[in-house]
């Protein structure tokens, strides 16, 4: 049954809104300047060193290793790793090894590309499209075992999710019709990738229940069956969506294929405050530990046959936030991120990023971070939850880039920071990080620098992090 928002005003009076709910990382203060800046003792591994290679710096202790480098590793066809590394999935292997998926943000045709995803026979969505998803092999030791092509012929694959039965559901960033951009298949949809099994993952299909849009990030409750769903897009901002199964249906292994394309009910949420008022827009806030109550409403055509998802609802009936993006299950919900919101793209404060959590069995979301113009990171973009406390994120702002973790109590600390300039000396640039994971043991982080597409895994000593 929904959460009303008498329902919501009652219980804010009781508990107070600015109360993390049970289910959620920890209580978190409302105070403005929740969020300290880096190097607080006790907090994260201390500062990092420079990296004589131009790599990578880490904190004293740790160490990386490179796994796959594009165009110069190669697959297990011969042919050279593609480019753009983003979003990644960690499984447990034969032998305890790892097994990676990641996804391969490529947009437009394959001919804009040096290192597309190989058009490997059977797995091919659009023969037109650059991208997809490899899976990547890793030894316990930590060594490289190997390297395959699990879909190809997809568009900007940037972010997905695991499953809760052991597969990797990856989104496509891009909603191109066929004949847009020189594509010949219908683009904007999520796919599931078996890292097991490599026939499954022949004759690709979207899930076309899971509608189609630019889609960012997805995770799977593993109670409900529920999908929750995140849209990267402006002009008017993306939506939070949920997919609700239809009736008897268990999700698992193939089962997704086959779905009818209005299967279940895909619907966007709608936020209201303590007070029980509407919520157009995530920006509205601006403290820590603010809690909206979520109602949902039903997309009308979710192909966007007539019009894109997030345009067809009427004023006032969803929220909004800017640049939806990189989504983790863990702590019984939901972990997603608001990338950033600035002057004049969104109706409300100007803000460099923010951490949701969405509670399913409370029907709450909470801000758990916001970064500001006094922190020292911006754009945050994938997110993973630690085996050590909190979240380690990725970012993709101005600037340097870094992979930084985020406590329980909102604070943020560096974790690592990208030194391959792909710029020049007068006017360096350096890419964004993508897709951290932890191995299925917790004693190796993987993430990638996406340009030009370098996997990495780093080692140290990991500790749990405070909570406050």
């Known amino acids: 049954m929904p959460l009303s928002r008498r329902d919501f005003v009652q219980h804010s009076a009781v508990t107070g809104a ?97 290192h597309p995803v190989p058009l490997t026979e059977g797995l091919v969505y659009d023969p037109a499209a650059a991208g997809g998803c490899t899976v990547v092999e ?10 395959w092509v699990a879909i190809a012929g997809t568009s900007t694959n940037c972010a997905g999710g695991t499953t809760p039965w052991g597969t990797w559901l990856t989104c496509e960033e891009n909603s191109d019709r066929a004949g847009e951009n020189g594509m010949t298949r219908d683009h904007g949809y999520v796919f599931e990738v078996d890292p097991y099994d490599r026939t499954a993952c022949r004759d690709p299909r979207p899930v076309k229940a899971l509608g189609r849009f630019d889609h960012e990030a997805v995770v799977v409750d593993p109670k409900q069956g529920y999908f929750y769903l995140t849209e990267d897009d402006k002009n008017p901002n993306g939506l939070f969506y949920r997919w609700v199964p239809p009736h008897g249906f268990r999700p698992g292994r193939g089962t997704l294929r086959t779905l009818a394309e209005e299967a279940g009910t895909l619907q966007a949420a709608r936020c209201f405050d303590s007070g029980g008022r509407y919520v157009d827009d995530l920006s509205r806030a601006t403290v820590t530990g603010t809690v909206y109550g979520v109602d949902w409403a039903t997309v009308p055509d979710r192909d966007a046959r007539e019009a ?24 019984g919900g939901a972990y997603f991120v608001c990338s950033y919101a600035r002057d004049g793209q969104s109706p409300g404060a100007p803000h460099d990023g923010q951490v949701w959590f969405y509670n399913p069995r409370r029907r709450t979301m909470t801000l758990k971070v916001i970064l500001g113009a006094e922190d020292t990171f911006d754009g945050p973009d994938n997110i993973t939850v ?24 909102g604070r943020t600390y560096e974790l690592a920071r990208n030194e391959l300039n792909i710029g020049t000396a007068e006017a360096p640039g350096y890419s964004e990080f993508t897709g951290p994971v932890f191995s ?25 992090q405070p909570r406050a």
């Open 18 to 114: 600015g109360v993390a709910l049970a289910g959620s990382v920890g209580v978190l203060t409302t105070a403005p300047g929740a969020i300290a800046a880096p190097g607080r003792r006790g907090l994260g591994y201390g500062p990092l060193l420079p990296d004589p290679d131009g790599i990578l710096a880490l904190p004293e202790g740790f160490s990386y290793r490179i796994i796959t480098h594009a165009g110069r590793t190669t697959l297990d066809s011969g042919e050279p790793t593609p480019s753009n590394h983003d979003a990644t999935g960690a499984f447990e292997g034969p032998r305890r090894s790892d097994l990676l998926v990641v996804n391969h943000e490529l947009k437009g045709p394959r001919a804009d590309w040096e």
């Open 138 to 147: 890793i030894s316990h030791g930590g060594e490289y075992v190997a390297e």
């Open 308 to 331: 894109p998802l997030r345009e067809q609802f009427p004023a006032g009936t969803v929220t909004r936030g800017q640049k939806l993006e990189g989504m983790w299950w863990g702590d």
């Open 386 to 409: 630690s085996p050590y406390g909190g979240l380690i994120i990725a970012e993709d702002g101005d600037g340097l880039q870094h992979l930084f973790g985020a406590t329980d109590g």
């Open 440 to 464: 299925t043991d917790g004693r190796t982080l993987y993430a990638s620098i996406q340009e030009p597409g370098i996997l990495l895994a780093i080692t140290g000593p990991w500790r749990h």
